[in-house]
């Protein structure tokens, strides 16, 4: 596991630790059932408070990345990745439900709706 924190980042010293495990889970490179750095010894290596990296574990545990044990360490959720992605797709559903939303307000129909969509798709491209 590698986490590098930068001074220049806007985001507090626990949340860029958050993001990067995170990344870190979604990518695969930390498996479920991986063993994360103890909080003392990731406070160490980074030079930081050791509170900072408590509470950057205790948000990833309550948002159901990681799962901590008492007396053996702090491991990615067996069900860490799928969790992340099953509450991600439910997060791009809300933003899509609003967008939706907005559009009915502006007094679009679906074909118009659609078109949106499309032109958004669009813009993007293809990955």
Known sequence: MFVA???????????????????????????????????RALARELEISVITVKKAYEDLEASGYIVTNQGKGSFVA???????????????????EKGI?????????DDGIRKVFGDILEEYGQP
């Open 5 to 39: 924190l930068s001074n220049n980042d806007p985001n507090p010293l626990y949340e860029q630790i958050k993001k990067q495990i995170i990344e870190q889970i979604m990518s695969g490179e930390l498996p479920p059932g991986y063993m994360l750095p103890s909080i």
């Open 101 to 109: 939303a907005l559009c009915r307000e502006l007094g679009y129909d």
């Open 78 to 96: 067996q069900a860490g990745a799928e969790f992340v992605r099953e509450s991600r797709l439910k997060e791009i559903q809300k933003s899509f």
